[in-house]
């Protein structure tokens, strides 16, 4: 079984950065294939940005290109969503999601574990 729990969350200004973290349990987190999805109200979850079990590759949805970065640290078990020039438009609730060795995949499916989520919230 692993868990996630993310942090990082917070009320912040359009045009600011944040910097989410997600802490993953177990010794096997080489072995996930990590993600970011994030839920607006009454929307559906949307893939944000996904990163292979190796590291070696990232994936950006349309809402983070150009603007978050992902990366992971494995002595930590840890990834990092890195969130710059916000919009009021980024306000969800994020959560980080695991597969064990898949692709980077947009669909929510085929996700083997997810966190509780953290709040971002971007005023204008």
């Known amino acids: 079984q692993v868990q996630l729990v993310e942090s990082g969350g917070g009320l912040v200004q359009a045009g600011e950065s944040l910097r989410l973290s997600c802490a993953a349990s177990?010794?096997?987190?080489?072995?996930?294939?990590m993600a970011w999805f994030r839920q607006a109200p009454g929307k559906e979850r949307e893939f944000v940005v996904g990163?292979?079990?190796?590291?070696?590759?990232?994936f950006y949805g349309d809402p983070a290109k150009g603007r978050f970065t992902i990366s992971r640290d494995s002595a930590k078990n840890t990834v990092y969503l890195q969130m710059n020039s916000l919009k009021p438009e980024d306000t969800a609730v994020y959560y980080c999601a695991a597969r064990v060795f898949g692709a980077v995949d947009s669909s929510t499916g085929v996700y083997n574990y997810w966190g509780q989520g953290t709040q971002v919230t971007v005023s204008s």
């Open positions: 177990g010794r096997t987190f080489n072995s996930y294939t």
């Open positions: 990163v292979t079990w190796s590291g070696g590759r990232t």
